[in-house]
C-alpha cells in the first residue's frame, strides 16, 4: 500500500464521521418562507432611501489624497525660470522609459534655467508611465513633481506623449515667462538655494525689450483670457479637447503635491 | 601579413603578490598593471597607460612590502602609489581589498579631491560614464564631512573654440597636459600656480595671475596671435578622468545611456583610424577613439572626432533627384531616377557619334565602391576613362603606384614607422596630411632622425624635429637625388628599417617618384606612399584609375585585360584612358558625352571643372549632399554616408579596415546604387552586397608577374626658384581647413590655424615685403592673404593652404603646386 492510498483511506475515514451540513444563517420562520420570493425587493427599497455613496464622476470631480501619484509637472523658480536643467536624471530613474530629454546651453539671449543648462527636449510619454514617482526622486532640482491631474486618456497615441510646453506647471501671479536672465549678482547656486525669490526689476525690463508682447509683462498682464504658458501642444485636436477640459476644470486644485 | 614578430627574446619576469594572488609580470612593470593582469582594480584618475606614470592623484595608494637586504619582506612605512611603483622579485602588495590601511588611504585621498569638486554631475557632461564618479562611489565615503564654502572658478574657460575647461571640476591628475606635451608636442596648456589655486590654464597671464611674467616654454601661438590650438586636442577630452574638459560640439547634448555606440573607421584621411560612432535615434551625437593598437592606438585627430556634422547638413539628399522639363531637379523615385539616369548614359555611349562617358569617383570611397565604379566604367560604361585622383596626378604617379603599391598588401605598417631608425618625408606633411601618422613619428621623438623634403619646416615638422632640406616644388626630384653619397640623410636612411614616405603631392613633381624609387633600392630604405585622402588606396587596390584594373594590373597589358575580363564576363574597352585632368579638359571642350561624378567638390579640382559640368550634356552625380556638381547634374542619386552603410576602407599600410552600419537607413552606398544602375543598362555587375564584391575581389586577387606598369622612368624637371617677379607655388592641406566633410562644424573650424602666406626672407627682401597682407595672383585669380615671412624656407617659393579661409588654391588661383606666381602688396 502506497503512501497516497494511505491519505485516501484516512480522508473517507474522516468524510464518515463529518456532521452534516448546517448553516449558521438565520433560518426564515413559515411567514418569512411564504414572502422569501420577493423578500430582495425589500433590500432594494431600504438602500433607495439611504444616501448615496458612489461618486458621481465625470460629473463632479473629487479630489485624490494629497500625495496622489498624478500627471508630472515641471516647476519654476519664482522668478519664472525653469527648474529642469536637462540633466536626464528623472529618464534614467524611469523604470518604464517613459521620459525623453535634450539638454541644452543656455545662452545670454535664451536664458531658461538657472547656470548653463536648460533642457531643451522634455517628453514624457503618459502611454509608458506607470506612476511610481522615480522620476520626481531623482530630480535634482525639484524641477519635477507630480500633480493630483489623473484624467490621462486621449484618443491617439501621440496625444499623450507630453511635451514640454505640456508639463510645465502654469505662469505664477508675480512670474516672467523664460527665457530671460537671471536676477542679477545671482549664480545658479541661489537659485538652488531658494534664494531668489521674485522677479526684479532688470529682469522685467529684459523682457520688455526683447519681447514686448510678451503677456506675462505686468503691462500685458489680464490681457489674454487664457494663460498662453499652459496650452496643450497643438498635434492633434482630440488632444487638445482632451487639454481645454483639463485646464477648466482642475484649476482648483492643480499643484496638490509639493 | 601583421607586423613582423617581436624578437622572441627572453624577457625577465618578476614574481609578486598581490592580494595573496602570485602574479608573474615582466621587470619593470608598473604595480597596478600587474595587478590588472590578475583582475584586481585599483582606482585610479592620472594613470593612463599610453602615458608616462605621474602619481599625480595619489588615488591608487596601496599597502606594499617588500624584501630588504637580508630578504626579509619589509611593509612601506605608508601606503605607496601603484601607478609609480615598479614590482620587485617577492614584493608582496594589499590593494584596498585586502589591507584597511589602503582602503583608508583610498578613501581618505577621494575625500581631499572632492573637497574643492563642485559635484554638479546634473549638468556635468561626463555625469554617467566618470571615473571620478564610479571611484567615489566604490572607494569614497558615502556621506561628506566638507561643511565649508569650495573655491570656484569662473567656468568654463576656453581653451580653443573647441575645448572648453572647467577649472573647478579637474582633479588635476595633468592626463591632458602630459598628452599635450608627450604625445601631441603641442604644450597648450599646462599646469599653473600652487596650493589650492593650482590648476590647468593656457599661457595667459590673467589666469596666470602674475604680472609682468613672460609665458615659459613653447606657449606657442599661431600667427593669429591667438594660444596656439592642437590638431589631437580632443583627445584630452576623452582621457580626462572627469568632466573638466568638454567638447563645445558635445556640450550638454546628452547621457550615456541615450547613446548608441557603433565602432567605425573615420572617413577622414587614410589612416583608418578606428572610432566609436555615438548615436542617439538616427542622429551622431560625438565620436571617440576607439583603441587599435596596430593602428591609431588611443588616438585620432580632431577631424575624425569633430567632423560629422557634414552628412546630415540641410542639403542631405535621400531621394532621387531628376532634372525636369522645367530645367529644375525635381524627387523622383528610384524606378524613375534609374531610367534617366541609364537613358541619358545610353545616349553617351552607344550610336554613331556617341562621344562616350567618363567617371571621377572621388577619393572618399570604400573599397567596395571603388570597385563598383570601376566595374561599372569598365562594363556598363565600356571605357576605362575612370581617375579617382582629382588632385594633382601624373602618369608617372600611376606607374608608380601601379609597379610597387597597389596590390602589394600590407606593407611598411604604423609600427614600421614608429620603429624606423630614419624617416624622410618628401611631398607629405605628416601633421597636416598624415593625421595619426603624425603622432606615431613623434612617439619616437630623440630615437629617429626625420628629414622633410619641403618648402620650409612645417610646425608638425618641427615638433618631430626634423631636418628640413629646402625645396621648392617640383623640385623633389632632385632633391632625392641629391641624397646619396655622405649627406646625412643619405648616411641615415641607411640604417636598417629606415622608410621613406612619398605623399600624394609628389605626383606634381616631375620625376620625384622615379628618383624616390632610386634611393629606396639606393640605401635598402623602404617606400610608402601615405596618400591624404580615405579612399586613394582603396581606388588604386580596386583600378578606379585610368591605366589600371583590380590588383595593381596594367590595362595595356593583355593577359591582364583578359583575366579581368574573364572574371567579369565581359568585354573590356582597349586603353588606358584619360586622367582626371584630361577628363575635366575635354569635357570643358565639349568632347565627353556624359559624365558619372561621385564625391567630387568642384572647389577642390584645378581646371575647368564647373565648364566641363556645363558642357557635358549629361551628368549624373552620385552624392549625399546636394553640393554643387547637383547644380549640373542631369540626374542625382543619392548615396549612404559612411555612417549609414557598410565597407571597408584600405588604410594607407594596405589594411583592410571594414566597418560596420551604425545607424541602419535605406540609404544605400555607391556600389549598391551602381549595381542597381548597371542592370538597368543591361549589365550584372554583382556589386549589390560588400560580400559579393569582397568574393570578387577576392577571386581577383593581384597582378601576376608582367601584368602590372613598367616601374616609372621620368626625368626630374628644373624648377626655376628664385626672389623675383614670379615664385612657385607651394601649397598643401591643412589638417583643419574648410574641406567638404568638415562642414557644419564651427567650433572645429575656429581651431584652424589662420591661412597665411609664407615665404623666405631673401625672397620677401627682394619683393620689398615685410609683413603686411599680400595678394598671390595667377593667370586665373588671386588670394589676399596676411604675409609671414619664414625663416630658413627655400628661396622663390610661396606657400599658401590649398583650402584654408580666403584661400581656396583650387578654385581662387586655378593652378597646382609648382606652377608660378606672382606676390605684390604687404609693407617693407
Ligand atoms: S512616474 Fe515612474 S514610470 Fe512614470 S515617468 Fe516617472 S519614473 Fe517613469
Ligand atoms: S526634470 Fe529634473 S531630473 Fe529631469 S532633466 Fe529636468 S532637472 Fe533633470
Ligand atoms: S583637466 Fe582633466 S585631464 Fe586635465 S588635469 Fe584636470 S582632471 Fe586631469
Ligand atoms: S593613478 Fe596613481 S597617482 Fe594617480
Redesign the interface.
Known amino acids: 500500500m502506497t503512501e497516497s492510498d494511505d491519505v485516501w483511506k484516512v480522508n473517507r475515514e474522516r468524510d464518515g464521521q463529518a456532521k452534516p451540513f448546517e448553516s449558521n444563517l438565520p433560518q426564515a420562520g413559515p411567514v418569512g418562507k411564504i414572502f422569501a420570493p420577493v423578500a430582495g425587493f425589500g433590500v432594494t427599497m431600504r438602500n433607495f432611501f439611504k444616501p448615496t455613496v458612489t461618486e458621481q464622476y465625470p460629473e463632479k470631480k473629487v479630489a485624490p489624497m494629497p500625495r496622489y501619484h498624478g500627471r508630472h509637472q515641471l516647476n519654476r523658480y519664482a522668478d519664472g525660470l525653469e527648474k529642469c ?5 528623472c ?2 530613474a524611469c523604470p518604464a522609459d517613459a521620459i525623453y530629454v ?4 543656455n545662452t545670454p539671449d535664451e536664458q531658461y534655467s538657472p ?3 536648460y533642457g531643451r527636449v522634455y517628453q514624457i510619454n503618459y502611454l509608458r508611465c506607470i506612476f511610481c514617482g522615480l522620476c520626481i526622486e531623482a530630480c ?2 525639484r524641477a519635477l513633481t507630480m500633480t493630483n491631474e489623473y484624467e490621462l486618456a486621449g484618443p491617439t497615441r501621440e496625444g499623450l506623449i507630453y511635451e514640454k510646453q505640456d508639463l510645465l506647471a502654469p505662469m505664477g501671479e508675480a512670474m516672467l515667462a523664460a527665457p530671460h536672465p537671471m536676477v542679477p549678482g545671482t549664480v545658479d547656486d541661489d537659485y538652488y538655494r531658494g534664494d531668489v525669490l521674485k522677479v526684479v526689476e532688470e529682469q522685467t525690463e529684459w523682457v520688455r525689450e526683447n519681447r514686448p508682447e510678451d503677456p506675462t509683462l505686468p503691462e500685458n498682464r489680464g490681457m489674454h483670457e487664457e494663460n498662453p504658458e499652459h496650452r496643450r501642444s497643438e498635434h492633434s485636436d482630440a488632444r487638445l479637447n482632451v487639454a481645454r477640459h483639463q485646464t477648466a476644470n482642475t484649476a482648483s486644485w492643480r499643484g496638490g503635491s509639493i | 601579413m601583421t607586423a613582423t614578430p617581436e624578437k622572441a627574446a627572453a624577457v625577465e619576469t618578476v614574481s609578486l603578490t598581490i592580494d595573496g594572488t602570485e602574479v608573474t609580470v615582466p621587470k619593470g612593470t608598473l604595480i597596478i598593471r600587474a595587478a590588472e593582469e590578475v583582475g584586481i582594480d585599483i582606482p585610479r584618475f592620472c594613470d593612463h597607460p599610453a602615458l608616462k606614470p605621474a602619481g599625480a592623484c595619489r588615488q591608487c595608494l596601496v599597502d606594499v612590502a617588500a624584501p630588504d637586504r637580508e630578504g626579509n619582506v619589509r611593509p612601506f612605512p605608508k601606503p605607496q602609489a601603484s601607478c609609480t611603483m615598479t614590482v620587485m622579485e617577492g614584493m608582496v602588495v594589499n590593494t584596498q581589498h585586502t589591507s584597511e590601511a589602503a582602503d583608508k588611504a583610498q578613501k581618505g585621498v577621494m575625500e581631499l579631491l572632492l573637497i574643492n569638486h563642485p559635484l554638479d554631475c546634473p549638468i556635468c557632461d561626463k555625469g554617467g560614464e566618470c571615473p571620478l564618479q564610479n571611484q567615489a562611489m566604490s572607494n569614497g565615503r558615502t556621506e561628506s564631512r566638507f561643511i565649508d564654502v569650495k573655491r570656484v572658478f569662473e567656468k568654463p574657460l576656453a581653451l580653443s573654440s573647441e575645448i572648453l575647461l572647467d577649472r573647478e571640476r579637474c582633479v588635476l591628475c595633468q592626463r591632458c597636459t602630459r598628452f599635450s606635451k608627450e604625445i601631441a608636442g603641442d604644450a597648450f596648456i599646462d599646469l599653473q600656480n600652487r596650493g589650492a589655486m593650482q590648476q590647468i590654464g593656457t599661457f595667459n597671464e590673467d589666469v596666470l595671475n602674475f604680472d609682468g611674467y613672460e609665458p615659459i616654454g613653447v606657449a606657442a601661438e599661431d600667427e593669429s596671435g591667438k594660444a596656439f590650438s592642437s590638431y589631437y586636442s580632443g583627445n584630452t577630452v576623452q582621457i580626462c578622468p572627469v568632466g573638466a574638459l568638454t567638447s563645445a560640439a558635445y556640450r550638454f547634448r546628452s547621457r550615456p545611456f541615450d547613446l548608441v555606440s557603433s565602432p567605425s573607421i573615420s572617413e577622414h584621411d587614410s589612416s583608418g583610424s578606428a572610432i566609436r560612432v555615438d548615436h542617439r535615434r538616427g542622429k551622431i551625437l560625438r565620436r571617440l577613439a576607439d583603441q587599435d593598437m596596430v593602428v591609431n592606438e588611443d588616438w585620432i585627430t580632431d577631424k575624425d572626432r569633430f567632423a560629422f556634422a557634414w552628412q546630415n547638413l540641410a542639403d542631405r539628399i535621400t531621394r532621387p533627384l531628376v532634372r525636369g522639363e522645367d530645367g529644375e531637379l525635381h524627387e523622383a523615385s528610384w524606378p524613375q531616377a534609374l531610367a534617366a539616369a541609364a537613358a541619358g548614359l545610353k545616349a553617351a555611349t552607344t550610336g554613331e557619334d556617341a562621344q562616350g562617358a567618363a567617371v571621377l569617383p572621388g577619393a572618399r570611397v570604400t573599397l567596395e565602391d571603388a570597385y563598383a565604379y570601376s566595374k561599372f566604367a569598365r562594363l556598363a560604361l565600356g571605357t576605362h576613362d575612370i581617375d579617382a585622383r582629382t588632385r594633382i596626378a601624373s602618369d608617372e604617379e600611376q606607374a608608380f603606384l601601379g609597379a610597387t603599391v597597389a596590390g602589394s598588401g600590407l606593407g611598411v605598417t604604423f609600427a614600421d614607422l614608429e620603429k624606423a631608425p630614419a624617416v624622410l618625408l618628401a611631398g607629405f606633411e605628416a601633421e597636416d596630411e598624415g593625421g595619426v601618422v603624425f603622432l606615431r613619428l613623434r612617439k619616437s621623438l630623440g630615437r629617429q632622425q626625420v628629414f622633410t623634403i619641403a618648402p620650409f619646416l612645417s610646425r608638425g615638422a618641427e615638433k618631430l624635429d626634423a631636418t628640413l632640406i629646402p625645396t621648392a616644388p617640383g623640385g623633389e626630384g632632385k632633391a632625392l637625388a641629391a641624397v646619396k653619397g655622405s649627406t646625412a640623410a643619405s648616411e641615415a636612411l641607411k640604417a636598417e628599417g629606415a622608410v621613406i614616405v612619398v605623399g600624394e603631392r609628389l605626383a606634381g613633381s616631375p620625376g620625384a617618384l622615379t628618383q624616390a624609387l632610386a634611393l629606396a633600392k639606393r640605401t635598402g630604405a623602404k617606400l610608402v606612399w601615405i596618400p591624404r585622402r580615405a579612399g586613394e588606396r582603396a581606388a588604386l587596390e580596386a583600378g578606379a584609375l585610368p591605366g589600371l584594373l583590380p590588383g595593381g594590373r596594367s590595362v595595356t597589358s593583355a593577359s591582364a585585360v583578359q583575366t579581368v575580363a574573364d572574371a567579369w564576363g565581359g568585354t573590356l574597352p582597349t586603353g588606358p584612358g584619360r586622367d582626371a585632368a584630361a577628363i575635366v579638359a575635354d569635357a570643358a571642350a565639349g568632347k565627353v558625352g556624359a559624365l558619372v561624378v561621385g564625391g567630387v567638390t568642384p572647389s577642390d579640382v584645378t581646371g575647368p571643372f564647373a565648364e566641363a559640368l556645363e558642357r557635358t550634356p549629361f551628368v549624373l552625380s552620385l552624392e549625399v549632399r546636394r553640393g554643387e556638381v547637383a547644380e549640373y547634374a542631369d540626374v542625382v542619386l543619392p548615396v549612404a554616408p559612411p555612417s549609414e552603410k557598410a565597407g571597408t576602407f584600405v588604410n594607407w599600410e594596405g589594411r583592410l579596415r571594414g566597418f560596420a552600419t551604425a545607424i541602419p537607413t535605406d540609404a544605400m552606398g555607391d556600389h549598391r546604387v551602381l549595381d542597381l544602375l548597371a542592370r538597368e543598362l543591361g549589365t550584372d555587375l554583382q556589386t549589390g552586397s560588400v560580400a559579393d564584391v569582397y568574393a570578387q575581389i577576392a577571386a581577383l586577387g593581384s597582378a601576376a608577374k608582367g601584368e602590372r606598369p613598367e616601374v616609372p622612368k621620368v626625368e626630374t624637371a628644373k624648377v626655376d626658384a628664385k626672389p623675383g617677379a614670379s615664385l612657385v607655388l607651394a601649397s598643401w592641406h591643412q589638417l583643419v581647413d574648410e574641406g567638404a566633410l568638415q562642414e557644419g562644424e564651427p567650433y572645429l573650424a575656429g581651431t584652424g590655424r589662420t591661412a597665411v602666406a609664407r615665404i623666405a626672407p631673401a625672397t620677401a627682401v627682394a619683393a620689398g615685403i615685410a609683413d603686411g597682407v599680400v595678394t598671390v595672383a595667377s593667370a586665373h585669380g588671386a588670394i589676399e592673404l596676411p604675409v609671414v615671412v619664414t625663416d630658413g624656407m627655400a628661396d622663390g617659393v610661396v606657400w599658401v593652404p590649398t583650402k584654408s579661409p580666403g584661400s581656396w588654391v583650387a578654385q581662387e588661383l586655378g593652378v597646382e603646386p609648382g606652377a608660378l606666381v606672382t606676390v605684390k602688396g604687404g609693407v617693407a
Open positions: 536643467i536637462g540633466c536626464e536624471l529618464a534614467w535634450e539638454a541644452d546651453s547656470g548653463e543648462r535634482p532640482t
